[in-house]
């Protein structure tokens, strides 16, 4: 009988509602319940004709887990405007650094690289300092940058039109190359592994598909460079 009056008492006041149930519960982790209102409470057991102290414990616990649920819905949605905010406030702020150094350096140096310049190449830099990790994805990347995937993906398509993710994936595929060119290693596998790639067949199929050669095809011309 419980679960019908759950479903009857959403969307409104859902938690209230279920929480009215514990009043008289002093074992309950939460002093909200104390605030509920006795015409919530009426309400929510009018269905009982003598409610026993298990069903008042079963409501209890069910009123907790509600409140807890929306505590930490209240909490993500908190830090979410939070990240949203400072990443709007660090592009600001970065913005404003470029533009007060330019006005320093007018005349007498070159002018610095556009805000987003800098923040690809920055963006750049942490995908290298982690190449090889296999793990490193979209999410690692926001994180080294300080900033949300969300506001990430907006920046690389304004700036590349691509994807965090295909970005990511260009910069191991050219890395990939330039180790090959200079025979860093001596297997397509060995070179594939050190830029995070678990796979040789799929790297090498990514290959292809970016230089239109495979791997194995570039390490045959550089040993044959070496060796003229």
């Given amino acids: 009988m419980i679960q019908p009056l759950l479903e009857s008492a959403k969307p409104a006041c859902e938690t209230n509602l279920l929480a009215s149930a514990a009043r008289n519960q002093p074992d309950m982790r939460t002093s909200k319940t104390a605030d509920f209102c006795e015409p919530l409470a009426e309400h929510f057991l009018q269905g009982f004709s003598a409610p026993t102290k298990k069903c008042r414990s ?14 930490a819905r209240s909490m993500r949605m908190t830090h979410d405007e939070a990240q949203k905010q400072s990443s709007t406030r660090i592009e600001a702020l970065q913005d404003r650094l470029i533009k007060y150094a330019n006005e320093e350096n007018a005349g007498t140096h070159e002018p610095l690289a556009p805000a987003e310049d800098r923040f690809i190449i920055w963006t750049r830099e942490q995908i290298h300092a982690r190449i090889a990790d296999q793990n490193f994805g979209v999410r690692e990347l926001s994180a080294a940058l300080g900033t949300s995937e969300k506001t990430l993906g907006r920046r690389l398509k304004q700036s590349l039109g691509m994807t965090p993710v295909a970005f990511i994936r260009q910069e191991r595929l050219n890395r990939a ?36 050669e495979t ?11 070496t060796q003229e």
């Fill in 58 to 71: 079963k409501c209890a616990a069910t009123a907790e887990v509600l409140l807890l649920q929306n505590e």
């Fill in 177 to 212: 190359r330039d180790l090959i060119l200079v025979r860093q290693y001596n297997t397509v596998a060995e070179t594939a592994h050190a830029v995070g790639f678990s796979s040789t067949g799929h790297f090498a199929k990514l290959y292809r598909e970016a230089f239109g």
């Fill in 215 to 225: 791997p194995n095809a570039t390490l045959r011309a550089a040993i044959r460079a």
